[in-house]
């Protein structure tokens, strides 16, 4: 009976390890994509405005889709722009501390951000403007 109580502690032991590895794993198998950007003025993003100021883009978790960006305010309190993106590569001359680039602007109007490259990737997300 000892034994059998021996075996079942250990079983219980090795589970316990085995569940708490592949959580690690799990949570070490998606990489957040999360920057912290400050825009001296007014910049646009497809249907949204942002005015000066310092705001949290970030990739959507696995289970929403790794085509859609969310941007909020610096503290999260509030979504400014969560819509599809597409892929881009990073273009060859762009700094790796560069992390967005602008399209054309009308007279008057903010410039809008036409991709966003998360530090230290070789791709970016390129917004969809219709």
């Known amino acids: 009976m000892k034994s059998r ?3 079942v502690a250990v079983a219980m032991a090795v589970a316990a390890v085995v569940c708490v590895a592949a959580g690690a794993a799990s949570a070490a198998g998606f990489v957040s994509r ?4 400050t825009f001296s003025g007014t910049v646009s993003l497809p249907g949204a ?12 978790p696995p289970s929403g889709g790794l085509d859609v960006v969310r941007v909020t305010t610096r503290d999260g309190q509030r979504v400014m722009f969560q819509g599809f993106t597409s892929v881009v590569a990073r ?3 762009l700094g790796q501390h560069e ?3 602008f399209g054309e602007r009308a007279a008057g109007q903010p410039a809008p951000i036409e991709a966003w490259y998360p530090v230290g990737s070789s791709t970016g997300r390129r917004f ?3």
């Open 5 to 7: 109580k021996r075996v």
């Open 34 to 37: 999360l920057n912290h950007l």
């Open 49 to 60: 405005i942002l005015p000066q100021g310092t705001y949290t883009f970030e990739l959507a």
């Open 91 to 93: 273009p060859a001359g």
């Open 99 to 101: 992390l967005v680039t």
């Open 128 to 130: 969809i403007y219709r």
